[in-house]
């Protein structure tokens, strides 16, 4: 990939996530808060924010649930494509470098998918269910941070052969 291309994915994602953040931010402002509301959950997102108005919010909840679902599935099938990419670029010009690639790419989807899910799940969900929805806060705010680094870890060939020996 040459600079010029990097640069432009990069400026571009800035761009629409900046764009993305304002609109709903937005919308927020305006919004009439009223008295000591308080959040069931540790996880101060925007859907959970926006109950707290003292006005109906249905409207905007569903325009932000749909808004940020649109991304957070969008964002999940451009990463899957380009790992299919990137496979089937790998298993054309190289069968001893395609069982590294695969390893490296199945901890990349590993994380993407751990990341992902809970947020296409809170944010394509249409029903709020506040027990499901404490749990998928704490999956991507406490469990995803925890696992990311153990899952990389675990590739690594001498942490394998330490956790081989530990298991004897």
Same mark, same amino acid.
């Given at each position: 990939m040459s600079p010029r291309m990097c640069i432009f994915f990069l /400026?571009?994602?800035? +761009? +629409? !996530?900046?764009? *993305?953040? /304002? /609109?709903? =931010?937005?919308?927020?402002?305006?919004l009439p808060f009223c008295g000591p509301n308080v959040l069931d959950s540790f996880y101060c997102d925007?859907?959970?924010? %926006?109950?707290?108005?003292?006005? !109906?919010t249905y409207q905007l909840e569903f325009m932000v649930r749909a808004n940020s679902g649109f991304f957070s599935v969008g964002s $999940?099938?451009? =990463?899957?494509?380009?790992? %299919? +990419? %990137?496979?089937?670029?790998?298993?054309? *010009?190289?069968?001893?470098?395609?069982?590294?690639?695969?390893?490296?790419?199945?901890? *990349?989807?590993? /994380?993407v998918v751990l990341f $992902?899910?809970?947020? %296409? $799940?809170?944010?394509?969900?249409?029903?709020?269910?506040?027990h499901l929805d404490k749990f998928l806060a704490f999956f991507d705010a406490v =469990?995803?941070?925890f696992l990311n680094p153990v899952i990389y870890t675990l590739r690594n060939q001498e942490m394998k052969v330490a956790m081989r020996k530990v298991c004897r």
């Open positions: /400026v571009t994602a800035w +761009v +629409v !996530d900046l764009m *993305h953040s /304002v /609109v709903q =931010l937005a919308f927020v402002v305006k925007l859907p959970w924010f %926006i109950k707290l108005a003292c006005t !109906d $999940f099938f451009i =990463l899957i494509i380009s790992y %299919i +990419v %990137i496979i089937l670029i790998v298993q054309k *010009h190289s069968s001893a470098g395609s069982s590294k690639a695969l390893s490296t790419l199945s901890a *990349h989807i590993t /994380v $992902f899910g809970p947020l %296409i $799940f809170i944010y394509t969900w249409p029903y709020s269910s506040t =469990l995803t941070p």
